[in-house]
Nanobody
């Protein structure tokens, strides 16, 4: 599976961006897909994920709840991250990740559980 992230850029605080992550190489309809981010000098942190468990369920880190929305279009093998009301602290390189496993809630936030990673896309939010 190859992942290609896009959609990053420079935006003012309060603005919006939509990231895309296109998957190729395999059908990923039941994969757990996630977004992580890494700011300079900080560890990579979980942002959002969407997993299959009889239907698709989304999970978010607390700091983005109500502002970010993760969705997927299996027909296009693409997962999206709609980011609204952006804040300067959202500035980071954003990575998409995937695993064929339907991760349980307890580990869905762990980067080590994901087998495939995109190259990252820079998001910069100015104050």
């Amino acid at each position: 599976v190859q992942l290609q992230a896009s959609g990053g850029g420079l935006v003012q605080a309060g603005g919006s961006l939509k990231l895309s992550c296109a998957a190729s190489g395999r059908t990923f309809s039941r994969y757990t897909m996630a977004w992580f981010r890494q700011a300079p000098g900080k560890e990579r942190e979980f942002v959002a994920a969407i997993r299959w468990s009889g239907g698709f369920t989304a999970y978010y880190t607390d700091s983005v709840k109500g502002r970010f929305t993760v969705t997927r279009d299996n027909a296009k093998n693409t997962v999206y991250l709609q980011m609204n009301s952006l804040k300067p602290e959202d500035t980071a390189v954003y990575y998409c990740a995937a695993t064929s496993l339907s991760l349980i809630v307890g580990v869905i936030r762990s980067p080590g559980r994901y087998d495939y990673w995109g190259q990252g896309t820079q998001v910069t939010v100015s104050s």
